[in-house]
Nanobody
Framework: QVQLVESGGGLVQAGGSVRLSCASS??????MGWFRQAPGKEHEFVAA????????YYADSLKGRFTISRDNAENTVYLQVNSLKPEDTAVYYC?????????????????WGQGTQVTVSS
């Protein structure tokens, strides 16, 4: 059983930055990723990273402002978001998968955190 705990969310002004963290109880042999869910919308894939950290993947619509990274010594994955916009307001979730850093493997994984709220004010 893998437990994931997100942190780092909060209220941020538009144009600002936020760094989200996801602490995992699992070993480093899990691909990790981030999704977000805005009010009334489905879970949206944001980014994924391989277990070694050597490969990163981003949603095409979000490239450029989002950076995913991980520290396997700390069993933690990060999501840096810059130039925040009000439409980035969402609950951000991390997920872990043994099946690789694809959107589908992470989306279908049973290992998801409880989420952290990011609210961007205009």
């Amino acid at each position: 059983q893998v437990q994931l705990v997100e942190s780092g969310g909060g209220l941020v002004q538009a144009g600002g930055s936020v760094r989200l963290s996801c602490a995992s109880s699992a070993s480093s042999r899990y691909a990790m990723g981030w999704f977000r869910q805005a009010p009334g919308k489905e879970h949206e894939f944001v980014a994924a990273i391989s277990w070694s950290g050597s490969r990163q993947y981003y949603a095409d619509s979000l490239k450029g402002r989002f950076t995913i990274s991980r520290d396997n010594a700390e069993n933690t994955v990060y999501l840096q978001v810059n130039s925040l916009k009000p439409e980035d307001t969402a609950v951000y979730y991390c997920a872990a998968s043994v099946a690789g850093p694809s959107e589908s493997s992470l989306r279908n994984s049973p290992y998801w955190g409880q989420g952290t709220q990011v609210t961007v004010s205009s």
